[in-house]
């Protein structure tokens, strides 16, 4: 508005000139009108660069464009002022003088700037006004919303087994801003759980959000999967973390079994159940810790590189972690006769058959003489009797005669059936 149409309007009222005042204004209103002036609300993500767009049309001349703020926690206060002709100076405030750039053109009605690297602290309302040749100022107010993403976390958590509740796992989603939503899906455990929540204000405005699972630690939960829920405008809608439940126990009583190897060696498995697994092993034989370099001992497993008899005994392995042992134990017999080796064996095999052959051969010789000497003791018994037969005093008749011929004729007899059978019992005994 012109300084002579002012004049022409305080004219028409002092005048009283009713018509003309309505024919000023309705030319005025068309004037104003005229004027459009675009401004767009932006939301962007932390540390990105953004736009802030404001364009005047409509306008013959804009003498000077100023950029005021106004955040949440402060008042409005110019931080860029553009003069046309001149050099563009941008305002120290909140350090946007390095972050600050006019982007538009005064001529044109576009006073555009450039906001680099956002940050929390940048959210707030933000005018721009033209100052015009003619007429008075035209503004335009812009909102600024700028986003954290939350920096989400699921932290480790390992309670002791027991029956007080205690917190099982944690999710965290930190420097966000608006603050973002945290909760657990923990279906697979039951009903015997509660969530709680605890939120911080960081000192650049952001967020942390911590949400923690509560419930009893015991065995039976032990590697249950469980689900923490993330929501937050940054994020393509709502995320989903996996947690597995960790809960520490002492071992178990641990059970000492036998593992396949190839002979002659043999392996014993020392098997238990604890949480940390990373558990320590000592292994005794009869309660004495072993020192035999026939036997390697190699976590929980024990090596005999050839088990003898020599290692009879009782084994057992004590498994131990941060919160407490367990004991486990083999018997181990091996017999005498079961440790012969393959030559071994086969010389005393050797030795056992010679040593039956001599005995067969023994008896049967004791046998064979036993016999020939019985048959030699009963003929020579009988040659005595028919030799010690008494001679006959008498005279010798023609008769007598004949017999005492027969009796040596049955003596050389019996000499020659005794020569015979020495020599069938000699030639036997050969």
Request: charged content about 20%.
């Amino acid at each position: 508005m012109t300084i002579a149409s002012s004049r022409s309007i305080f004219q028409a009222v002092h005048q009283k000139d009713h018509k003309t005042l309505t024919l000023l204004l309705l030319i005025f209103g068309s004037m104003i009108q005229a004027l459009q002036i675009i401004g767009v609300d932006k939301e962007v993500i932390a540390g990105e660069d953004v736009e802030l767009v404001c364009q005047l049309s409509g306008a013959e001349v804009v003498i000077q464009v100023d950029w005021m703020r106004t955040t949440p926690k402060t008042v409005q206060k110019k931080i860029f002022t553009i003069i046309r002709n001149r050099n563009t100076t941008p305002e120290e405030v909140n350090d946007l003088k390095t972050r600050l750039k006019f982007i538009g053109n005064i001529q044109e009605g576009v006073a555009n700037i450039l906001l680099k690297n956002a940050s929390i602290k940048d959210c707030g309302n933000y005018s721009c006004s033209f100052t015009l040749f003619e007429g008075s100022p035209v503004k335009k107010s812009i909102q600024l919303t700028v986003h954290a993403p939350p920096v989400v976390n699921v932290l480790t958590v390992t309670p002791l087994v027991g029956i007080s509740e205690v917190t099982l796992a944690t999710c965290s989603a930190d420097n966000a801003y608006p603050p973002a939503e945290v909760s657990w899906n923990a279906s697979s455990l039951g009903s015997t759980v509660s969530i709680t929540s605890i939120s911080t204000v960081n000192p650049d405005g952001t967020s942390n959000v911590t949400c923690n699972l509560l419930g009893l630690p015991s065995r039976g939960i032990q590697r249950k999967e469980v689900l923490c829920l993330v929501r937050h405008p940054t994020l393509n809608g709502q995320q989903m973390f996996n947690y597995s439940i960790n809960i520490h126990y002492p071992p178990d009583p641990a059970k000492v079994t036998t593992l396949q190897s190839p002979p002659p060696s043999v392996v014993f498995q020392c098997q238990t159940d604890a949480n940390p697994e990373d558990v320590q092993y000592k292994w005794r034989r009869n309660g004495v810790p072993l020192s035999d370099n026939r036997i390697t001992k190699n976590g929980s497993q024990l090596h005999f590189h050839k088990l003898t008899y020599d290692m009879n005994g009782l084994y057992d392995c004590e498994v131990s972690n941060l919160y407490g042992s367990a004991t486990g134990s083999l018997h181990v017999f091996v017999p005498f006769l079961h440790q012969c080796t393959r030559d071994y064996c086969l010389i005393w095999s050797i030795f056992t058959i010679f040593l039956t052959l001599g005995c067969i051969l023994c008896v049967r010789f004791v046998l064979k003489h036993s016999f020939a000497t019985t048959c030699f003791d009963n003929m020579s018994r009988l040659g005595r009797q028919r030799m010690e037969t008494p001679p006959n005093r008498e005279p010798i008749s023609g008769g007598q005669l004949s017999g005492r011929s027969q009796s040596q004729e049955d003596a050389r007899e019996g000499s020659s059936e005794l020569s015979m059978m020495r020599e069938e019992a000699e030639s036997q005994q050969i």
